[in-house]
């Protein structure tokens, strides 16, 4: 099990960028996936993307070529950039481990597209 913080959200203008984080310790040495989902104020949480322990990543329909996942493990830490933002894309956002891990849901991080 491995604890999850999120961050990097924020508010920006339709069209522009940010990079959430997703620090889990114990992420790289215990080979973990890693989910991001999203939660729209008052709708249900979606998937957005996953990366697998060997860096492969796949992305829901309405991300492809928008967003891009990456991971520093040296840092324990996994960046979702966003780019081309949408006000659609306003949620809450959050990561949870997968593959051979399990976390809890993090704090999640704010994302606001105006």
């Known amino acids: 099990h491995v604890q999850l913080v999120e961050s990097g959200g924020g508010s920006g203008p339709a069209g522009g960028s940010l990079r959430l984080s997703c620090t889990a310790p114990g992420f790289t040495s215990k080979r973990c996936g890693m989910l991001w989902f999203r939660q729209p104020a008052g709708k249900q949480r979606e998937w957005v993307s996953s990366i697998v322990a060997d860096g492969g990543t796949v992305y829901a329909d309405s991300e492809k070529g928008r967003f891009t996942l990456s991971k520093d493990r040296a840092k324990d830490t996994v960046y979702l950039q966003m780019n081309s933002l949408k006000p659609e894309d306003t949620a809450m956002y959050f990561c949870?481990?997968?593959?051979?891990?399990?976390?809890?849901w993090g704090q999640g991080t704010q994302v606001t597209v105006s």
């Open positions: 949870k481990a997968g593959g051979t891990c399990s976390s809890s």
